[in-house]
């Protein structure tokens, strides 16, 4: 048996937004036949695939639990959820 601690995936992912700022490079790569769409302004924020701050103003849908450096989002790209815990 094994209990579920504080570090589990739904709270994990209670916590961390599933639109997630991509680098361009990270992008091209994992979706060579796709256009990235873009902010029209962009911050600095960091990849949520390799780590590295870029300004590139992509974002994409993925399950925060699974990529290696998830970040916490405001949401930049509002889909209509009406869950708004913080
Ligand atoms: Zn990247």
Do not use: H
Not at 10 to 35: G, H, L, M, S
């Amino acid at each position: 048996m094994t209990e579920p601690n504080s570090d589990s995936k739904e709270v994990r992912t209670a916590r961390y937004k599933w639109t997630q700022p991509q680098c361009e490079i990270c992008f091209r790569r994992d979706n060579p036949e796709k256009e990235p769409v873009r902010l029209k302004s962009p911050e600095s924020e960091r990849c949520v695939t390799c780590g590295l701050w870029n300004q590139d103003g992509i974002y994409i849908r993925i399950d925060p639990a699974e990529a290696p450096y998830p970040s916490l989002l405001k949401d930049p790209t509002p889909t209509g959820e009406m869950k708004e815990d913080f």
